[in-house]
């Protein structure tokens, strides 16, 4: 069996550690004669995986008490829609950072379901090279909270702080955050916010699964008329099954934390991997001339690196080659062209390594 290096925004690579052990004990869990597929939800076994994972994000995230942790469904996207639904009780508009595709998606839902929004900043004038300074910011007079993504997945722009969400008279609003392509990555101090959302499938576990951390006082703003399953106090009380929840990618998120906790050593160790994987990759690519990217560099991402060629017309060769020499998914989003690399938490720093190799093979043969 021969496992390639793979670069995919997403689903993404998974660690081979976690899918081995995934495979050792996928027949019969922990001598109970069944996969964790076939399990109930209810039942003792599973009950006991899913806090378990919950207990190690929580001591990964160094997550306060005065926060609870929901195992949900429907994609990030869904909470698009979930968040003005949760947190528009009270009235208020909802307030945005629109600083690429992920953003506008959420600007666009909570406009389709309530109408007027407000967007406190935007990156659009600059093209999406560098986000909003903070002094940019500005809330409307009735923001009930101000909604941004951390890390854009697609264009790699990456916000290298954490906004203030304070409207004009200095009063200040939650502020709610999708980390989908980011969580995990480095440590987080999750009280500067209301809620952070994410999607399973870059750095938590497979896809099928969506982490929703909020804050206890933001349980009872939700509108009446929001749908029963979309409600963060309706999934707190049913220790996120309302329904019956994606069991087995809360499973496989389970053993990744277990992973990050026992043998990365933690999310001060996995940043500082990143880190030297965000640096190398942007190194070869600043230090050539056939491969360039268009981000200002304090806000360039170290979960997606997004690159060009001087010449176009070798796109489809380079990712032919990439693909021959084992190295996938190199293809940037269809908007936006050109090649991406997601470097996320399970991609090694081997894969890195190769792929700077290939990049400089391919520049000196081709460029």
């Known amino acids: 069996m021969t496992r390639h290096y793979n670069f995919c925004a997403g689903p993404a690579a998974l660690p081979t550690a976690v899918l081995e ?6 027949l019969d869990y922990h001598g109970c004669g069944l996969s964790v597929m076939e399990m109930s939800h209810r039942g003792e076994d599973f009950v006991a995986i899913a806090k378990q994972a919950e207990a190690d994000l929580r001591e990964l995230l160094a997550i306060p008490d005065n926060y609870r942790v929901l195992f949900t ?3 990030a996207s869904l909470q698009f829609a979930a968040v003005p639904y949760n947190l528009l009780g009270a009235g208020g508009r909802a307030n945005f950072l629109h600083t ?3 953003g506008k998606k959420a600007i666009a839902e909570a406009r389709h379901l309530f109408g ?3 967007v406190a900043a935007s990156s659009e004038e600059n093209g999406h090279s560098a986000v909003p300074r903070q002094e940019e910011i500005v809330l409307s007079d ?3 909270y ?5 890390n854009e997945t697609i264009g790699g722009l990456a916000f290298d702080y954490i906004p203030e969400a304070r409207r004009p008279d200095g009063s200040e609003v939650p502020l709610v955050c999708d980390m989908s392509s980011s969580i995990l990555s480095a440590p987080l101090d999750v009280s500067k916010f209301g809620v952070i959302y994410a999607g399973a499938q870059k750095n938590i576990g497979p896809a099928g699964l969506v982490v929703v951390i909020v804050r206890d006082d933001l349980l009872d703003q939700a509108r009446d008329d929001m749908p029963t399953l979309f409600g963060y106090k309706a999934l707190s009380e049913a220790g996120s099954m309302v329904n019956t929840p994606a069991t087995y990618s809360w499973y496989l998120a389970g053993l990744v934390f277990d992973w990050l906790k026992s043998e990365v050593g933690g999310l001060t160790a996995m940043d500082a991997i990143n880190c030297r994987k965000a640096a190398r990759l942007y190194a070869a690519i600043d230090g050539s001339g056939l491969y360039a990217n268009p981000i200002t560099l304090r806000n360039r991402s170290r979960m997606n690196v997004p690159f060009v060629l001087a010449d176009p017309s070798l796109d489809r060769l380079f990712l032919d080659e990439a693909e021959a020499a084992g190295l996938l998914n190199l293809k940037g989003h269809r908007s936006v062209g050109g090649m991406r690399a997601s470097l996320y938490n399970a991609v090694p720093e081997a894969a890195v390594e190769a792929l700077i190799d290939f ?3 391919f520049e000196k043969r081709r460029g």
């Open 73 to 75: 469904q429907g994609g």
């Open 359 to 361: 990049m400089a093979d």
């Open 21 to 26: 052990r995934a495979r050792n004990e996928l």
């Open 142 to 144: 009735d923001a009930a």
């Open 100 to 102: 690429g595709i992920w």
């Open 146 to 150: 101000l909604h941004y993504t951390a």
């Open 116 to 118: 007027d929004v407000h």
